[in-house]
């Protein structure tokens, strides 16, 4: 069973320093030096639609519910994550399994989970059978989902580790799910892809932000968290070229160039601006969200007449990839295009629509008798 120091609330001993002291003595307790997992940059509560929050209030009180020492391990755990994208990962993981610690292990504190725990958090939630932590009840997650959610568990209970709250990493010995190495999201053709900038600049003059907001999606294919968290500064000239300097998923800051068509949508958003302004922001001047995006993206293909059912962010984040991989762009430039670590996680979005026109399903059917 994975050992939790019974001292861990106290302070070290004849100062001696909790990351050199032994296992089993006294040691100190992180320090997040804030009052509320909220206060954590990229972390403010969304109470209400529209008021600005930016993660699931219901997340940030699960978390500030947990017992002092166990606050202060996640609390600095959260606010040691690089980029706010991994942060709010971060947070959503470990309420997810709070709750169904609660729930599925009542009285098992978060400190002191198991190898066996977390292979049972691992199968109820793969299988749909857990009774909390599933966004809807009954309906499993996907692969890459699981994966991903003990990989945040085993960053929390590594950095306990790192900082002598824990004996061992009970995470590291479940094993994770076989992710696809086939994208689930599914693309748009390149007829609707053309058609959704299109749309952006017809309702420029209305939506500017809306209309910059969509091109830059459909054509430069970045996240909407990296989106919103642009400003009026972030976007520059250099050698000849527009750029957008941006931080990328994981805290690495990269440039992109701006082709000229989605240059123009982004003029007005720049003009008689301050370079510290959001550059996305709402009518009434609160700064774009993810779920701003959306509407701006469904503003833009009801103008250009383009079924908005399940259009989000990331479909023409995935569209993009897909088109460009279909087009014969060289898969080391998409992966550049969409920031990827590696070119295996790039390799998911090749699966577009040229492949699956020439599937042997198709001349199956054929040879059978079924049509072309």
């Not at 929050?53 to 606010?79: I, M, R, Y």
């Not at 053709?189 to 209305?206: K, M, S, Y």
């Not at 509407?295 to 399940?310: E, F, S």
Request: hydrophobic fraction near 45%; charge should be positive.
């Amino acid at each position: 069973m994975t050992e939790i120091l019974p001292s861990a609330i106290l302070r070290p001993a004849d100062g001696v320093p909790a990351a050199s002291a032994p296992f089993g003595t006294v040691v100190a307790l992180p320090e997040p030096m804030v009052r509320t997992v909220g206060d954590i940059a990229g972390l403010s509560p969304r109470r209400k639609r529209g008021d600005g929050g930016e993660v699931p209030g219901a997340d940030v009180d699960t978390v500030d519910a947990l017992p002092h020492a166990e606050w202060s391990a996640v609390a600095a755990w959260l606010k040691a994550g690089k980029a706010v994208t991994t942060r709010r990962a971060r947070l959503a993981d470990v309420a997810a399994f709070v709750r169904w610690l609660a729930v599925e292990t009542p009285g098992v504190q978060l400190l002191a989970v198991t190898e066996d725990h977390l292979t049972h958090y691992r199968d109820t939630i793969a299988t749909g059978t857990a009774r909390a932590g599933l966004a809807r009840p009954g309906v499993p997650l996907a692969p890459a989902t699981v994966a991903r959610r003990l990989s945040s568990l085993s960053s929390l209970y590594g950095y306990a580790t790192r900082r002598r709250l824990l004996a061992a990493n009970p995470a590291d010995p479940v094993g994770r799910p076989e992710v696809s190495t086939v994208g689930t999201t599914l693309a748009r053709t390149v007829e609707e892809a053309t058609a959704l900038v299109d749309g952006a600049e017809t309702i420029a003059a209305t939506y500017p932000a809306d209309a910059a907001a969509v091109a830059l999606l459909s054509v430069c294919a970045v996240r909407v968290g990296e989106l919103v968290a642009l400003t009026v500064g972030s976007v520059a000239a250099d050698a000849g070229h527009t750029m957008i300097l941006f931080r990328r998923k994981g805290g690495k800051t990269d440039r992109m160039p701006i082709p000229p068509r989605v240059r123009a949508l982004l003029q007005p958003l720049l003009d008689d601006r301050s370079p510290d302004e959001p550059l996305f922001v709402r009518e009434d001047g609160r700064p774009f969200d993810r779920w701003r995006m959306t509407t701006a993206l469904r503003r833009a293909a009801t103008a250009a007449g383009v079924d908005h059912t399940r259009l989000t962010p990331h479909t023409a984040r995935a569209t993009a990839a897909t088109t460009a991989l279909d087009a014969g762009v060289p898969l080391t430039d998409v992966q550049e295009l969409l920031g990827h670590a590696s070119p295996v996680t790039t390799q998911r979005y090749n699966r577009g629509r040229r492949k699956l026109d020439f599937h042997a399903a198709y001349r199956m059917a054929s040879i059978l008798g079924g049509g072309a």
